[in-house]
């Protein structure tokens, strides 16, 4: 396959993770939902994978008066109109969270005591899954992959002052290191993407196969703090070992969950993406790096 249709199949599974309530900035009201960071679907049921640390920015942010809870998920579809091809969002509430608590590793380990990944339930079913490489040499210094989610939150959206974009960005490069060394079993790696705040949690795949190899959490920046394109990875094989050990420990409730499609459909009809503009009195939580 050539990236042009790796990321056609890649790019519905991915999923932007935002705020309900949105601050107003210097007077100007906001025009979109404001980006905490990126996941993505790895099981059709609406478990997608992310970052811990953005699992814990969506944690902080200010509850709702009358609501609650004021994270959201963002799915991007693809619909037409009468001049065609047309995309857009769809808001999918958020039923769970995990965190990682502790991590044991399937054989020897030494990485971070527990990986920077974690899973959210959405309340939406029989979503598109992304397929978790678990095979050995899945990594290799040197491979093409390729990357897409939010860098820049929602700035990147509303270039213009408006919604301009309905899709996720897509960056590519190659695997630029393997921690500790090239193994078959690496515990981590890096890849030659610049990450900017709101790309955290999104998936690294294969450039000629819609495979996921590992999944972005942070870059690595020089000695003043600036960012390079020295870009952080987890490797598909522990997200995947993280995934079975969940679905072991944690009984999910996945009855009643409506799917994507009556969800999708619930939205065409009220025609919005049901957030709305708020003053706050403290900082919100910028988007993941």
């Known amino acids: 396959m050539s990236l ?32 905490i960071g990126t996941g993505f679907v790895v099981d059709s049921r609406g478990i997608i994978a992310t970052n811990d640390h953005v699992i814990q920015e969506l944690v902080k942010l200010p509850k709702h008066p009358t ?21 857009g969002y769809v808001m999918t509430e958020i039923r769970a969270h995990w965190s990682l608590t502790e991590f044991t590793a399937p054989g020897p380990y030494y990485g971070q005591m527990n990986p920077d990944f974690g899973f959210i339930q959405l309340d939406a079913c029989e979503l598109p899954p992304l397929k978790l490489s678990t095979e050995g040499d899945a990594l290799q210094v040197g491979m093409p992959v ?21 899709m996720p960005f897509l960056r590519h490069g190659i695997v630029s290191s393997m921690f500790p060394f090239p193994t078959k079993h690496p515990h981590g790696f890096t890849i030659d993407v610049m990450s900017q705040h709101g790309a955290s949690g999104s998936p690294i795949f294969r450039t000629d196969t ?43 409730e996945f009855e009643g969950v409506p799917t994507f499609a009556q969800v999708f459909k619930d939205a065409d009809k009220s025609g919005d993406l049901k957030w709305e503009t708020i003053t706050v009195k403290r900082e919100i939580p910028k988007a993941g790096t």
């Open 210 to 252: 819609p495979e996921v190899v590992g999944i972005l959490y942070g870059g690595l920046p020089n000695h003043k703090g600036e960012s390079t394109n020295i870009t952080l990875g987890v490797p598909s094989e522990i997200l995947a070992f993280g995934l079975d050990a969940l679905f072991k420990s944690q009984k999910i």
């Open 146 to 166: 390729a990357t897409a989610g939010y860098p820049l939150g929602t700035s990147a959206i509303t270039v213009f002052g408006q919604v301009n974009q309905a």
């Open 67 to 87: 609501k609650g809870p004021a994270a959201m998920a963002l799915v991007p579809v693809r619909t037409k109109d009468e001049r065609g091809d047309a995309m």
């Open 4 to 35: 042009v249709e790796t990321f056609e199949v890649i790019s519905p599974s991915i999923v932007a993770l935002a705020s309900r309530l949105v601050p107003k900035i210097e007077g100007v009201n906001p025009v979109f939902p404001w980006i």
